[in-house]
């Protein structure tokens, strides 16, 4: 897929655009003042893969709160700052990396103008986050609800107010709970602008629900080239969201990033409890992390023919199964042997690279 070309911001070391690999953000949903719930969570999603992590900015205490918080982890951070704009300048003296908030919300022009100096003095990057469920009245009564179009108009507005204090340095998201809105909004932002854009489907829900609304919305988008950044956003544990924006870059080959596992849905043929022997698979492959790809099928016809483009696999039998490399099969073996004998031929593949 040929990816829209956009300009380029850094966030701390990362890049954002410009071509650069897309990047997975969360945001902790400790209080950010507490310092020590907020590092241990950030560490956790770094270990899960995040490149970039956003903290709440409520009040004055959090924005203080984020030095000591900056020297203790080292992963970009963003403050995600609203209404005040001493909060935002605070955040800026803090040693934040980037700052997400929108210029028509902080203030009066002078309010914005000391922002856009004190984060243009320190190179920190502004994403302007448009939502639909926030738009604002005189857009509301123009398009008479939420539309692409709508969305569009406020992101342009704020840009406009970035861009008439010669500041560039900026990304932008326009989420909706809404997927088909949200896809149409971003669409459309791809033609009009070459800022970066954040893509995310804001209040998505929780794991179960919200991954499927993420995974359709920022899937499809990021098949068609657009997207430089994103969020899944889930109700719950933010670890799960970076494990699932890493799957959906697997599974368009944006990322390599750990074991791949396929297994078949079984049927009739099927003669093993493949259930519970993929189970144990997954649950053994999240300590690797170097990419290899493995299979788990439930019978030959499943088995190392159809998945002959994974490293190793296994199929099953009648209480017993086969272990194949590259569609090859090497050995058959009961079916209580079957995950100790894969796991022998994954350690082998790994200490051959």
């Known amino acids: 897929m040929k990816r829209k070309m956009t300009r380029k911001i850094m966030i701390g070391d990362i890049a954002i ?6 990047s997975v953000q969360s945001m902790t949903n400790t209080k950010t003042q507490d310092v020590t719930s907020s590092v241990e969570q950030i560490q956790r999603l770094v270990a899960a893969g995040c490149d970039i992590v956003r903290l709440a900015i409520p009040d004055m205490e959090a924005a203080i709160a984020l030095r000591k918080i900056k020297d203790l982890v080292d992963v970009p951070l963003v403050a995600d700052v609203h209404f005040d704009y001493r909060l935002a300048i605070a955040a800026v003296d803090s040693g934040i990396d980037g700052l997400r908030l929108n210029p028509g919300n902080i203030g ?5 103008e000391a922002v856009v100096k004190a984060a243009k003095n320190r190179h920190i990057p502004i994403r302007i986050g448009v939502n639909a469920g926030s738009l604002d009245k005189i857009l509301l009564a123009k398009y008479g609800r939420p539309t692409p179009e709508a969305m569009v108009e406020s992101a342009m507005q704020h840009i406009k107010i970035l861009e008439s204090l010669n500041f ?3 990304k932008i998201s326009l989420k909706a709970h809404d997927v088909p809105l949200t896809i149409a909004a971003y669409q459309l ?3 009009k602008s ?3 854009l954040h893509l995310g489907i804001t209040e998505a829900g929780t794991v179960h629900s919200g991954v499927i609304k993420s995974s359709v919305g920022i899937g499809a988008l990021l098949a068609q ?3 430089d950044t994103f969020r899944i956003s889930l109700t719950g544990d933010p670890v799960e969201e970076v494990k699932v924006a890493n799957q959906i870059l697997k599974s368009l080959k944006l990322r390599e990033c750990g074991p791949t596992l396929v297994s078949c849905p079984t049927c009739g043929r099927c003669n093993i409890n493949l259930a519970e022997i993929a189970g144990r698979v997954e649950d053994k492959l999240k300590v690797i992390t170097r990419p290899i790809s493995v299979a788990v099928m439930g019978c030959v016809v499943n088995g190392p023919g159809e998945a002959r483009e994974a490293d190793v696999g296994i199929a099953g039998g009648k209480k017993e199964g086969l272990v194949f490399r590259k569609g090859e099969i090497i050995r058959k073996v ?3 042997c079957l995950v100790e004998e894969l796991f022998k031929e994954i350690d082998a593949i790994l200490e051959e690279e």
Not at 17 to 22: K, L, N, Q, S
């Open 17 to 22: 655009g410009g071509g650069a690999p897309i």
């Open 194 to 196: 070459d800022y970066p």
């Open 225 to 227: 080239g657009i997207g």
């Open 108 to 112: 009066d022009s002078d309010c914005v």
């Open 334 to 336: 009961p079916e209580e």
């Open 168 to 170: 560039y340095d900026t």
């Open 189 to 191: 932002m791809s033609e």
